[in-house]
């Protein structure tokens, strides 16, 4: 089984119309690791708000960013030899369904449509996805807050690169270890149990 932890930075909040400017990405457990700026696919400019949460300037973007087409071609490349083709595979991420994952199924829509490249769809390989968001919201009952920066806090773990997307991953990498151990208390925590853990309907 591999599991992968997924963060994207984006030009802005909306998932369905702002652009990936980095991607982040790490096989739990392993050295295994995915990075590259992304030149926004749009050619908007960034706004302001996202360079004082990132760090990530238009100059930066212009100098190392990769241009999307090649930055998503590689991510893609990347994730496929990640994956077990006949396993279960999973995608973890924070505020995955409400961001992230729409954000991966708009990368892998673009190349198939923009790029008229054959892509294999995700939903070819058995792969759960995780929202540790969700997660933490239906296990810490008793916390007001969940974003990231919170629970890291709240479990003694350091964020050195909090908002770049490398930083992010290693930093939930740990965060889903701490409530993976919470939760094996006294519930399974093989994927699908998770997952129907989280969406469990009470």
């Known amino acids: 089984m591999s599991v992968i932890a997924l963060d994207f930075e984006t030009s802005g909040l909306n998932p369905y119309h702002d652009d990936i400017i980095e991607i982040g990405a790490k096989v739990m457990g392993e050295d ?3 990075e590259c700026l992304v030149k926004p696919k749009s ?5 302001h708000y996202i360079t004082e949460l990132t760090g990530i300037c238009p100059m930066l973007l212009f100098r190392e960013g990769s241009l999307w087409s090649n930055a998503y071609s590689k991510f893609y490349n990347w ?3 990640q994956l077990k083709i006949g396993e279960t595979n999973v995608i973890v991420s924070h505020n995955g369904e409400g961001f992230d994952f729409i954000f991966l199924k708009r990368l892998l829509k673009e190349m198939r449509e923009e790029m008229k490249q054959d892509t294999l769809a995700l939903e070819d390989y058995d792969i759960i996805y995780i929202d540790t968001l969700l997660l933490s919201k239906r296990l810490l009952c008793n916390v007001n807050r969940h974003n990231q ?8 773990i ?24 919470l939760l094996s208390k006294y ?7 998770i ?8």
């Open 158 to 181: 350091p964020t050195p690169n909090a908002h770049r997307a490398l930083g992010d991953v290693l930093s939930l990498e740990k965060m889903y270890e701490k409530i993976i151990q």
């Open 149 to 156: 920066p919170y629970l890291c806090s709240r479990f003694n």
């Open 187 to 193: 519930h399974p925590i093989d994927p699908q149990s």
């Open 79 to 81: 994730l496929i030899t």
């Open 43 to 47: 050619g908007k400019r960034l706004d």
């Open 32 to 34: 295994k690791i995915f």
């Open 195 to 202: 997952w129907d853990y989280i969406h469990l309907d009470i």
